[in-house]
């Protein structure tokens, strides 16, 4: 995952006035909550959709579904699928045995019975294809197996998270292709400004509208859930990380999906460059490498700008705040030595830059989704996750003779409102040692693997020759004679 920040889905019971049209029940999608600065710090002003995601908004958006099921069965049984399943039975002096099955195993999951006008949800919240069937006096009088081709289906994605909603959204269009159904996107404007002419066969909700969703077939939640919401998700993210769980919580094959951006500008720069990230959402997310212990703030990133700088490549570091404060002993900055390009701009003009950048360095976070998704090489620093946590990049840096991987530790969550998650080992010496011992020769060595840092560098070495031979040459214009240069090991030999 990125690594995510818990969201949730808070149930509230308040119904709506009798006076309208259709009674409600809401449901709150709380954003991630991410630690504000310390007291001493001015808390940044909202983020508009015209920039991007605000993570650190704790104001939840509202949803509301209608109160009673949708849609009426012969028999005179109400069902749907907005929230589970659900049913509702008619009133009177009856009582109903309800069965409820899986379709692709054929297993019986439920039999239970309801008295005349008792109105039952199930518990799982995430895509079953259930079989439904209601008896009257041991007689069949309801049955109907769910199947959302050509339906309305509402999947709702959270707003905050800049690599959640870049991993998710692709799974919504496959969802549409594979059942045939009718997808609505509930999500940020932000993202449906920048995504909703790649994806035309979707139709967008922005959430912050409070949308009342009163015409689904089916609703289901994306997110990475608390640990009390076990009825929400079918198996624990970290088995799965961070994408491949939504797969799973919409009944699809686990795959590795692009999110489709609006790319194709011009080049904004001539020379050479990479693109960095230094920022994240919670400390132990960070590179925190000091090459002296007496350093103010970790100074992995400036070591290795300048190493990168050597080899003629300029650097830009895209992030939006240039620092960030979690407690007075965890205050990030960016690097001095880099290109700022901070600021509160579009992700547009973000990915104007990671499009045409060699390859992008970063935490797990949302820049590098975004950077995975235009399609460069992604050099992750991360400790706290594991491999298969986010995409797939073979270019991972995680030191593991140290404490790593609390991620994915299946008895632990990620808590989000701490100001520093390192539960293993938080306030002792140890704490977030897992990027502490990340080292900038780690970083480098992994970034000499990448095929485009190998081709430049091999240019360089060649442009070394050209330059060395035109002083040596006594003929003007010899050297555009020549069909090819000898392997920069075979001119020491010439010499």
Known sequence: ????????????????????????????????????????RNSPPPIGPEIGPDPRSSIGSRVSMCEQPLFKS????????????????????????LRVYDQDSGMLLEEHSHKGGEFYVGEKKYFVRYRLEAFLDNRLVFEHNYDCTGREVCIIIPDGGLGDNLAWLPYLEKFRVVHKAKVTAVMGEWMIRLCQSQYPALKFIPLATKPKLDFPYAIYFCGIFEENRKPWRPVEHQHLGMQKTVAQILGLPLENLHCRLPLGSPRPVKEPYVCISTMATNPTKYWNFRSHPANPEPDGWNILIRWLKSFGYRVFVLDRDKELGFTDKHVYHIPTEAEDLTGRIPIAERIHYLEHAEFFVGLPSGLSWLAWNCNIPVVMISGFTMDGSEFP?????TNFLFCHGCWNDSHLFFDSKVPVWCPRHVGTPREIECTKTITPKMVQETIMRIPVFQKHVAELHEQ???????????VPGAVSTLIAFPPRNEKKKNR
């Open 1 to 40: 995952m990125q690594a995510s920040p818990p969201v949730g889905f808070v149930m509230d019971e308040k119904k709506t006035a009798a006076s309208a049209p259709k009674n409600k029940i809401s449901y709150t999608v709380v954003n991630p909550v991410i630690p504000r600065p310390t007291a001493k």
């Open 74 to 97: 012969e028999s005179g049984i109400l069902y749907d699928f907005q929230f589970g399943y659900r049913v509702k039975f008619p009133g009177g002096n009856r009582t109903y045995k």
């Open 393 to 397: 990049t073979p270019y991972r840096v």
């Open 464 to 474: 070394e020759w050209l330059e060395e031979f035109r002083s040596r040459s006594s």
